[in-house]
T-cell receptor
């Protein structure tokens, strides 16, 4: 079945860039997403990329998509302590892309 | 708009008890879904609905029932609680996949 993989932990220093990586298996996925989860809260959509795009930039966030390798990455520039959270990669699947498969989440720790 | 509202926020049950987790959204979204979140496993889809009167199973449906009598509400029923159902449960809704999912704040459920 569909599978989304991520490394579980990442630590960076405040002010550095963070890069969170993800691989997925469903080549028919048309949308790929990054969500952020802060402690005790639900998931919040950060950004998404359509499968015919290679890159999407949104302020400090840059998403890169390599469709050939089924690899997605999220770069956070000038990482701040407020960016400490769990980041989930997800793909939409199903006949109408109505269901979502999530990776296990990467816990980002930002050190002062 | 309240978005997606889940109640209760916390619940402790004994093995064999039944209960209903409530989910309501005020965004007129046709698509609603239930996920469970367990450490290191990301979110797994339990059941979903693409509109009132229509429900379908996700990846881990056993032990759970759903119904969708209105667009706004999508309750999740545990028929006979088991310790393996200890988890954090999230309800989510969506208008279109390019918006991703809107999540509630979750229900933390412990089964003793």
């Amino acid at each position: 079945g569909e599978d989304v993989e991520q490394s579980l932990f990442l630590s960076v220093r405040e002010g550095d860039s963070s890069v969170i990586n993800c691989t997925y298996t469903d080549s028919s996925s048309t949308y790929l997403y990054w969500y952020k989860q802060e402690p005790g809260a639900g998931l919040q959509l950060l950004t998404y990329i359509f499968s015919n795009m290679d890159m999407k930039q949104d302020q400090r966030l840059t998403v890169l998509l390599n469709k050939k390798d089924k690899h997605l990455s999220l770069r956070i520039a000038d990482t701040q302590t407020g960016d400490s959270a769990i980041y989930f990669c997800a793909e939409s699947i199903g006949d109408y892309g109505q269901n979502f498969v999530f990776g296990p989440g990467t816990r980002l720790s930002v050190l002062p | 708009n309240a978005g997606v509202t889940q109640t209760p926020k916390f619940q402790v049950l004994k093995t064999g008890q039944s209960m209903t987790l409530q989910c309501a959204q005020d965004m007129n979204h046709e698509y609603m879904s239930w996920y469970r979140q367990d450490p290191g496993m990301g979110l797994r889809l339990i059941h979903y609905s693409v509109g009132a009167g229509i429900t379908d199973q996700g990846e881990v449906p056993n032990g759970y029932n759903v119904s969708r009598s209105t667009t706004e509400d999508f309750p999740l029923r545990l028929l006979s609680a088991a310790p393996s159902q200890t988890s954090v449960y999230f309800c989510a809704s969506s208008y279109h996949r390019d918006e991703g999912l809107h999540f509630g704040d979750g229900t933390r459920l412990s089964i003793l």
